[in-house]
């Protein structure tokens, strides 16, 4: 039997396609908000992270409703790096909506999310949004669909999706790429014609698969999933039953019981098929548990999620600086919090090493693992972690390593630059056209841990003018060794206060992280040499003080600026040898070894 009166879809594509600003305005349009209500650009970015960097990483829900059908909408991550989160939510959604850029077309990520969803069946309705933009090829855009949906092994009906051409910005959707005015009704049209409604049996026993998690400070875990089968009623006793694992089986009851009404969770007494709904009251609820009649057991099959690629060591800090300005400082600390993170990140792995003080943590991807330390950093965690590192495997006795579909688009001056540093790398140049107007646009074909420690020196190489995005592209052998950073660290020879002087003779040899007035320690990392050895510089010397003065030599010294690394600046930069100090506020780069002697006694050995 199927369900007339709801639609589920999940909206997919790249970073900075507009997916997030077209929600926006389908709640607008919808009458979601009154019309006095103050209401926030992108306001499904909820999350602090997400605004300062423009990009979802949470999925998330809402509905609008939209003559007599309620469309439940899930806003996904365009990032491959949080494609656990994209994975999972496809559960709950009967079609997907993908979002493409009439300029940029199709780009890695789209592709990445896409695979996906077709995967799992879904059908799809494209959306060629930015019409309006200058430079826009709509026309092109959607060959270049019609190739990726036939490249990714597309079902026939598949191939025919239907097109929407869009402005999200200006709040208009047509199906004729040349409108320049409306509003998003051709669009909601579209999604009540084309997606299907929900398929399955009203009256069976009830049957809710948990896609997602999240947490609430008021009522606990909750749990967001669709009803697939019969009727979910608040307070009834239910079966939390895993696939393929019966004897984790157990009896559950629901105390509330809400469903999404725009942005808001409203409480219902029951829920029927079809709906996408959030449980509280189980509090050791986990994703991919089937919540069922206890008179039938049966619990649905979970997506296999894909495995982690790079990992790093999370560790206790123990600088001479370790506790100044942490909240959360012990191993107890931080174990629970990445064990708490597991919990609700499928594609996150965390491993006890043989150290009481050290975790094994994998992830998809850099941005992945630094969305974690960065989000732990601001609840005053303080901790230290080193180097990415990719994650290798045995297949027919030979070592395989993760590779990386990589896009490049930088303009034409650059791309000689550009391929020769990625052919140093491990890179193979696959595909080389023109975008116009002297744009190049490049596909390689590179080792994941040929791209770490690269983005820095890319930025540089094309002036800041290049676009580069990465996809995840399976295992392959192992291609030989890769050079790190051929730059050595400036290292600071004693514990105390950075002065001008002492910056001022050390900036000579090469870039300086740090500025005057500021706290070192002896083995701190204080900039980047200029030369492939590591240099011990004491920053903290000051200028003796005599009665002697001399016309011109006592000007006042002049200082370079210091460059500022962000976060995923620092995770490139450190070696094998050197770790990162992370605290609520402060990013300090450092030896693993602090004391010189010690560092070249066992280089001595090495």
Request: with cysteine.
């Amino acid at each position: 039997m199927i369900k007339q009166e709801i639609r589920n879809i999940a909206i997919i594509a790249h970073v900075d396609h507009g997916k997030t600003t077209l929600v926006d305005e389908l709640l607008k349009q919808s009458g979601t908000f009154r019309r006095n209500e103050a209401v926030a650009e992108r306001v499904m970015d909820s999350n602090d992270l997400e605004r300062e960097r423009g990009i979802t990483i949470l999925s998330k829900n809402t509905a609008i409703r939209y003559e007599d059908t309620k469309i439940n909408i899930v806003d996904t991550p365009g990032h491959a790096d949080f494609g656990g989160e994209v994975e999972r939510v496809m559960m709950m959604a009967d079609g997907v909506l993908l979002l493409v850029d009439a300029v940029e077309g199709c780009m890695p990520q789209t592709r990445f999310v896409l695979k996906k969803a077709l995967g799992l069946g879904k059908r799809a309705l494209v959306v060629i949004n930015k019409v309006d933009r200058p430079g826009a090829r709509p026309g092109e855009v959607l060959d270049g669909v019609l190739d990726l949906f036939i490249a990714l092994g597309a079902q026939e009906e598949q191939l025919d999706f239907p097109v929407v051409y869009a402005s999200a910005r200006e709040g208009y959707a047509s199906l004729d790429p040349g409108a320049r005015e409306g509003d998003m009704r051709p669009l909601l049209e579209a999604i009540l014609r084309e997606i299907e409604p929900p398929k399955g049996d009203p009256e069976g026993p009830p049957q809710l698969l948990i896609s997602s998690l999240e947490y609430d400070d008021y009522v606990g875990r909750l749990g967001i999933g669709r009803v697939e089968r019969g009727c979910l009623r608040q307070g009834a006793p239910l079966r939390a039953v895993s696939y393929g694992q019966p004897e984790h089986s157990r009896n559950v009851r629901v105390s509330r019981l809400y469903q999404f009404e725009g942005l808001r969770r409203v409480d219902v007494e029951e829920a029927g098929l079809g709906d996408i709904v959030c449980v509280s009251g189980i509090e050791d609820l986990n994703i991919g548990e089937t919540l069922c009649d206890p008179e039938h057991p049966e619990p649905l099959p979970f997506i296999e999620i894909d495995e982690p690629t790079i990992a790093m060591n999370f560790m206790v800090n123990d600088s001479p600086f370790a506790g100044r300005e942490g909240k959360f400082v012990t191993s107890r600390n931080i174990r629970e919090r990445l064990w708490k993170e597991v919990r609700t990140n499928v594609s996150m792995r965390v491993e006890e090493t043989g150290s009481a003080d050290t975790f094994k943590v994998s992830g998809r991807g850099e941005l992945h693992l630094s969305i974690l330390i960065e989000t732990m950093r601001r609840q005053g965690y303080e901790l230290q972690v080193s180097r990415p590192k990719v994650i290798y495997k045995e297949i027919g006795g030979q070592t395989h390593e993760p590779m990386e579909l990589l896009v490049v688009e930088v303009p034409e001056q650059y791309a000689g630059a550009v391929i020769k540093k990625l052919g140093t790398r491990r890179a193979v140049l696959e595909t080389m056209s023109s975008r116009g107007e002297g744009a190049a646009h490049l596909e390689f074909r590179i080792p994941s841990r040929g791209l770490i420690g690269y983005r820095t020196e890319f930025l540089t190489d094309t002036n800041g003018n290049g676009i580069m995005n990465q996809l995840f592209a399976g295992y392959e052998p192992y291609k030989g060794e890769i050079r790190e950073r051929e730059q050595g660290s400036i290292v600071a020879h004693e514990t105390g206060e950075t002065t001008a002087y002492g910056l001022f003779n050390a900036q000579e040899r090469g870039r300086l992280f740090v500025g005057p007035g500021l706290e070192v320690y002896a083995g701190m990392v204080v900039g980047e040499c200029a030369r492939g050895e590591d240099l011990d510089i004491n920053v903290c010397k000051k200028k003796q003080l005599t009665n002697m003065r001399a016309a011109g030599s006592d000007d006042n010294l002049r200082l370079t600026p210091a460059t500022a690394l962000s976060l995923e600046q620092c995770m490139e930069f450190i070696r094998d040898d050197e770790l990162l100090e992370v605290t609520p506020s402060s990013l300090r780069l450092r030896k693993r070894v602090l004391n010189k002697e010690s560092r070249m006694k066992a280089a001595g050995r090495k």
